[in-house]
């Protein structure tokens, strides 16, 4: 944990010191491994030129460059993002550019802290998305209770990102929050079949504000039942 400390904070000095500013940073984790996805900007105004680069094993690489098409950068960077989530890996995004210009306020704090309870709470479920979709292609049908998939209920009280979790009658993952995004936080991830049934994504929405999450539809009617 302190190597990732210090790693961090290296990675945020060197942008104080060249002047150029991050907008978005996403920071990953597997383990004791750590990903860095920054966007660059050499004017903060126009948001081009930008890079999109990416940190991995201590290793910086530039992946994407604009030099006027504006918001290409942040297209490739929440792509990007959003494949580690994918992959296992746990995210949460941070604005290195408001500790540069200003203290950032208690409302961006909390905002920020939302946001990164969120996308770890995406990424803990991504097994059991991955069980909901093997036991349709095994039995032609979505499971509509966890011990369907070898759960139990008493289980999924344990993380620090979910409070309760349990399976709609259609394969739904229906999930409640923890205390930073509000007791009342109701997350619903629904699989959806595609392409004539051969193909399942995943519908997510949920009855709260969360910055940064356009994948996620607001439904203020959601229920935990």
């Not at 494949?83 to 296992?88: D, T």
């Not at 920020?112 to 349709?136: D, E, H, N, P, R």
Request: charged share 25%; aromatic share 8%; with cysteine.
């Amino acid at each position: 944990m302190k190597t990732n400390i210090l790693r961090i904070g290296a990675f945020v000095s060197l942008l104080v010191a060249s002047n150029v500013y991050a907008d978005q940073t996403y920071v990953c984790t597997y383990g004791q491994q750590e990903r860095v996805i920054s966007i660059i900007y050499k004017d903060q105004d126009a948001k081009v030129p930008c890079d999109v680069r990416y940190t991995n094993n201590g290793e910086t690489k530039t992946m994407w460059h604009a030099d006027t098409h504006a918001g290409y950068c942040e297209k490739k960077a929440e792509e990007f993002y959003r494949k580690q989530i994918e992959w296992g890996w746990r995210c949460s995004v941070s604005n290195p550019s408001a500790i540069n210009v200003n203290s950032p306020s208690e409302q961006q704090i909390k905002k920020s802290k939302v946001t990164a309870s969120f996308t770890q709470l995406v990424a803990a479920v991504s097994s059991i998305k991955m069980q909901v979709i093997g036991f349709y292609q095994e039995n032609g049908k979505f499971p509509g209770r966890l011990e369907d998939i070898g759960l139990r209920a008493n289980d999924m009280k344990t993380s620090s990102y979910i409070r309760d979790l349990k399976l709609g009658t259609n394969g739904e993952i229906l999930i409640k929050g923890n205390e930073v995004m509000g007791l009342d936080t109701i997350v619903v991830l629904k699989p959806v079949l595609t392409l004539g049934g051969s193909s399942i994504e995943w519908q997510c929405s949920t009855n709260i504000d969360v910055d940064n999450i356009d994948y996620c539809k607001k439904k203020q009617t959601l229920t935990f039942k």
